[in-house]
């Protein structure tokens, strides 16, 4: 095989980006590929076995017959992102209407992975855009995906609906939920990887008859110059609710305008899924909300910094001061002014990427590296506290019912967070279960504990849902919670 080929494979970016030109990922590559020093061949080769794995896999192609054939011959799996860009352009002008008002839709491929031939959704899929409000309350189209399912609602009333907004994923327009659905896996090359992680809750809700509205979040796979709005309390709140309202007036579904919702997420999807909660009564208190789930909620931006520095995700705080920049204009420049060379490198190309590169290009690192101030006394200065601050949850009642699920030892999005969120809705008069997983910690860093409320927990929250559609009464803890 010759060597060109193989370094097509290791992320030849120069390769790959001619014909895409208008890939925002592959603009993004090329522009800061030129900003950096080329490497020679033998430095490139000492680079990639630096990883055992990529060593293992370059050798075994530097061993491969010839008879593979020229490079020209060679097929390159990449994806072209440019089938989504009609769709995910938004009007401009958005078209006149409600929040919750749909603004066009067109049916779904619905795969677990990319070939669709291991396993299958049982529901038909439908990509929608609708109007919802970002963190201004200003207009803005919002997309995402509906899942009418196949099978029977067995339980009391009519079919359920659960609102559904997924952990961060990156905040790269190839990222987006909706998009990952149509694909199971997203890659294009290098480490532009991501994986459907939460996929297997959808495709659980929809087999026991639930309807499902995932919702992309605002600014989320939209092409076009608005930025997601990343871990805003009111967008991620209002882009949830809207998701709700646009699936009941979809045509033809087996929902009943007037029937249950409920919410559900994990990480920033939980953030998303409290702030719908606790927004639901003012902003859209036509819906029949019975209940919302809330694994490992962000509660409070201002205990994560200690949390994030030096951990396997360190790379987060790229897209939440996107989301800041995005919701708050004229905030970016002060921004770019208090990163150093490393930290605005940082800064650009997390607006590009999804998790896995995220993951590949920034774990492990401590936030000083990004800045030139301190990070921790920043976060403690006007405007930036304020602007944390004001993304704290608990301070709005919830009417419908709370769960919300926290490993103790969560080494990412700590568990005294999620407690005082909690405490802050029983202080209200709230119906409010906390669960505490006690599973120990393990290898801090590498944020495993973090997952252990979806992965471990994620049916306990399924059935509990299940029970609020059903009709069956709460188990509110409150006195349990405040002596926990």
């Known amino acids: ?52 794995a ?51 839709t067109e049916p779904q491929r619905l795969v677990l992975e990319p070939s669709g031939q291991l396993g299958a959704y049982v529901a038909k899929g439908t990509r929608i855009m609708y109007r919802s409000t970002d963190g201004q309350g200003n207009p803005v189209a919002v997309t995402g995906t509906y899942f009418e399912p196949d099978n029977p609602w067995p339980g009391n009333g009519p079919r359920p609906l659960i609102a559904y907004a997924t952990g961060p994923q990156g905040i790269g ?50 092409h076009g110059a608005a930025g997601p709005q990343f871990l805003n309390r009111i967008a991620a709140g209002t882009a949830m609710l809207d998701a709700a309202r646009a699936a009941m007036k979809l045509p033809d579904t087996s929902l009943d305008p007037h029937g249950p919702v409920a919410f559900w997420g994990w990480d920033s999807g939980g953030q998303a899924s409290a702030s719908a909660a606790e927004l639901a009564p003012s902003y859209a208190p036509e819906l029949n909300v019975v209940g919302a789930w809330a694994g490992a909620p962000p509660a409070d931006l201002q205990l994560l910094l200690p949390y994030v520095d030096g951990s396997l995700l360190a790379g987060a ?9 995005a919701a708050y204009p004229g905030t970016e420049d002060a921004i770019r002014q208090v990163l150093s060379p490393r930290g605005l490198h940082m800064y650009d190309w997390t607006g590009f990427i999804c ?38 949850l608990g301070t709005l009642k919830p009417n419908a019912p709370v769960f919300i699920d926290h490993n103790r030892y969560d080494p990412f999005i700590p ?15 709230a119906d409010v279960q906390f669960w505490t997983n006690e599973q120990p910690p393990f290898l801090n860093k590498t944020v495993t504990n973090h997952f252990l ?8 929250g399924m059935q509990w849902i299940a029970d609020r559609f059903n009709g069956l009464p709460t188990s509110p803890n409150c006195p349990e919670i405040r002596n926990e």
């Open 355 to 392: 998790s896995v590169q995220l993951i590949a290009d920034f774990a492990f690192r401590h936030l000083q590296f990004w800045f030139n101030t301190d990070p921790f006394e920043l976060a403690q200065t006007e405007p930036l506290k304020g602007i944390l601050d004001a993304q704290r």
């Open 317 to 325: 705080v790229g897209p939440t001061l996107h989301g800041i920049a």
């Open 453 to 460: 409320a979806l992965f471990v927990d994620g049916e306990r």
């Open 1 to 52: 095989m010759p060597i060109e080929a193989i370094f097509t494979l290791f992320g030849g970016t120069d390769r790959i980006a001619r014909g895409r030109a208008t890939d925002p990922v592959s603009m993004r590559a090329t522009a800061l590929r030129r900003t950096t020093r080329k490497r020679s061949l033998p430095r490139r080769l000492r680079l990639y076995c630096r990883f055992p």
């Open 415 to 429: 568990w005294q967070g999620g407690h005082q969120l909690a405490i802050d809705w029983c202080d209200k008069g």
């Open 173 to 222: 327009e190839q990222c987006a939920p909706s998009r990952m659905f149509s694909q199971g896996i997203h890659f294009s090359q290098g480490f532009d990887l991501q994986l459907n992680l939460e996929e297997g809750f959808p495709a659980t809700m929809v087999a026991r008859g639930f309807a499902i509205v995932v919702t992309d979040g605002v600014g989320m796979g939209v």
């Open 54 to 104: 990529l060593c293992v896999l370059l050798a075994a192609l530097l061993c491969a017959s010839p008879s593979l054939g020229p490079r020209e011959s060679l097929a390159v799996a990449r994806a072209d992102d440019r089938e989504y860009e009609e769709f995910y352009t938004p009007p401009d002008p958005l078209p006149p209407g409600a929040p919750g008002d749909l603004i066009r």
